[in-house]
């Protein structure tokens, strides 16, 4: 019953910056963790960043840590991505994700969430 919706991708210089929103709708009320992910030509998805719906806890990969920034407004029903100092290798299709449980798996493991959103394009030029 979650829908989400990504926004805010597009093209960018290589130490430029660019945000991402998340939308969500429907019955957001369930919803434990809001993480994103993305999935550049070739590769596998990988996970970005999460955060705790409630307490805003957050977490993030290695290969974005200080550069990337996840915030959530619990209000708007809208997560974001505030991406900084972009390098071309996180050129990729990102996707936001809504886990609607408490799991005990880690945060990063893709499949621990049940709804996804169609994906925004985020290209970075060197």
């Known amino acids: 019953q979650v829908q989400l919706v990504e926004s805010g991708g597009g093209l960018v210089q290589a130490g430029g910056s660019l945000r991402l929103s998340c939308a969500a709708s429907?019955?957001?009320?369930?919803?434990?963790?809001m993480g994103w992910f993305r999935q550049a030509p070739g590769k596998e998805r990988e996970f970005v960043a999460a955060?705790?719906?409630?307490?805003?806890?957050?977490y993030y990969a290695d290969s974005v840590k200080g550069r990337f920034t996840i915030s959530r407004d619990n209000a708007e029903n809208t997560v974001y991505l505030q991406m900084s100092s972009l390098k071309p290798e996180d050129t990729a299709v990102y996707y936001c994700?809504?886990?609607?449980?408490?799991?005990?798996?880690?945060?990063?493991?893709?499949?621990?969430?049940?709804?996804w959103g169609p994906g925004t394009q985020v290209t970075v030029s060197s």
């Open positions: 994700a809504a886990d609607e449980d408490r799991e005990f798996r880690r945060i990063s493991w893709a499949p621990r969430y049940e709804t």
């Open positions: 955060i705790r719906w409630s307490g805003g806890s957050t």
């Open positions: 429907g019955r957001t009320f369930n919803i434990y963790t």
